[in-house]
């Protein structure tokens, strides 16, 4: 019996080295696909901070940031993982959020209330494509200026690798992990068009957070488990409740 990751690649890789040292078999299906969007900075305004929320966002503009000046700016990570992307790209100051945009904005505005941070200063906002939440016009409203850049898309990817539908026609898929809205809706979308629908519901979906929950009860997915934070730590912990639940 294996767990299914879907989240991307490289990240996936990471995940399923941390299962394996688990002990468990894993099953790959990364169902987005990182792509840079070539990055142009054409402000003037000097930055006071830079605010990141995927570390795909760093690994888009990672050979431009020498270059571009802003190794040398405070950098508000959204959470651990993309926290250790910054600093691996060179960033000597990171300041980590509580794992979701919620946190970080509050995190924004603590760090200005703290005098940490000059709330009239301009922060470059590194985003993608989809944004499942307005941050940059959540810390306007508070007044802050954000220029917001897209530096990636994650372009769905529409069929499931072989070895993972064999695995739901033979019940050889005990869970999956999800770690992104965006990502569960295209995981959906690519079991329906492979055929492996009904199996993939019927297993336990462990969830990032509980707007990624949400995808999966809509579609019919009986077992929602989500983890009681937004970390990858929490939801291995969400992923054994839910397997000790199975073998009960």
């Given at each position: 019996m294996s767990i299914l990751v879907t989240r991307p690649h490289p990240d996936n890789e990471t995940t399923a080295e941390k299962l394996r040292a688990r002990g468990l078999a894993v099953l790959l299906a990364p169902v987005l696909k990182f792509e840079p969007v070539a990055f142009h900075d054409e402000s003037e305004a000097p930055y006071g901070a830079i605010l990141v929320t995927s570390a795909n966002a760093i690994r888009a503009v990672a050979p431009q940031l020498q270059d571009l000046g802003l190794l040398e700016l405070p950098l508000f990570a959204v959470g651990e993982h993309t926290a250790a992307a910054a600093r691996d790209a060179g960033f000597a100051e990171v300041i980590v959020a509580g794992g979701d945009a919620a946190s970080l904005r509050d995190k924004v505005m603590q760090s200005a209330r703290d005098k940490v941070l000059k709330k009239k200063s301009t922060l470059l906002y590194l985003a993608g494509a989809d944004l499942s939440r307005d941050l940059g016009g959540e810390l306007g409203a508070e007044g802050f200026s954000v220029v917001t850049q897209t530096t990636y898309r994650m372009a769905p990817v529409k069929h499931l690798p072989r070895e993972v539908c064999e695995g739901f026609a033979a019940h050889g898929v005990e869970a999956v992990l999800h770690y992104s809205r965006r990502s569960a809706r295209a995981f959906l979308d690519a079991?329906?068009?492979?055929?492996?629908?009904?199996?993939?519901?019927?297993?336990?979906?462990?969830?990032?957070?509980?707007?990624?929950?949400?995808?999966?009860?809509?579609?019919?997915?009986?077992?929602?488990?989500?983890a009681a934070t937004p970390d990858e730590n929490a939801l291995f912990t969400t992923l054994e409740r839910a397997l000790r639940t199975r073998l009960a």
């Open positions: 079991a329906r068009d492979e055929g492996v629908e009904i199996s993939a519901l019927a297993i336990p979906q462990c969830c990032l957070s509980e707007t990624v929950a949400s995808v999966l009860r809509d579609a019919g997915a009986s077992q929602v488990l989500v």
